[in-house]
């Protein structure tokens, strides 16, 4: 089992930035890739951006490529998710995930384990 934890959201203004963590323990050998998802109100679980935990293969959506940088720190067992020039658009619930199956997922369904959530807001 691998228990997640994100932090760092919050109520920032259009073009500012914002930096989420997600903190991983237990099983966390065992990991093979995390992600960070979001959840719009009223629309399903989307794809952000995800990374193979020992490499440094990254993939992002369109909608975020150029803005949003994702990193981990093996170390620390720490995911991040660095969100500069952010938009109203970018407005969620933002979800970390990870698996240990031996691909870097772009589909929830592709990741068994999951974090509670952080809520991040841009006004316009």
């Known amino acids: 089992q691998v228990q997640l934890v994100e932090s760092g959201g919050g109520v920032v203004q259009a073009g500012g930035s914002l930096r989420l963590s997600c903190t991983a323990s237990g099983r966390t050998s065992s990991t093979y890739s995390m992600g960070w998802f979001r959840q719009a109100p009223g629309k399903e679980r989307e794809f952000v951006a995800a990374?193979?935990?020992?490499?440094?293969?990254?993939y992002y959506a369109d909608s975020v490529k150029g803005r949003f940088t994702i990193s981990r720190d093996n170390v620390k067992n720490t995911l991040y998710l660095q969100m500069n020039s952010l938009k109203p658009e970018d407005t969620a619930v933002y979800y970390c995930?990870?698996?240990?199956?031996?691909?870097?997922?772009?589909?929830?369904?592709?990741?068994?384990?999951w974090g509670q959530g952080t809520q991040v807001t841009v006004s316009s």
């Open positions: 995930a990870a698996d240990s199956r031996p691909r870097v997922g772009v589909r929830s369904g592709e990741y068994g384990y």
């Open positions: 990374i193979r935990w020992g490499g440094s293969s990254t």
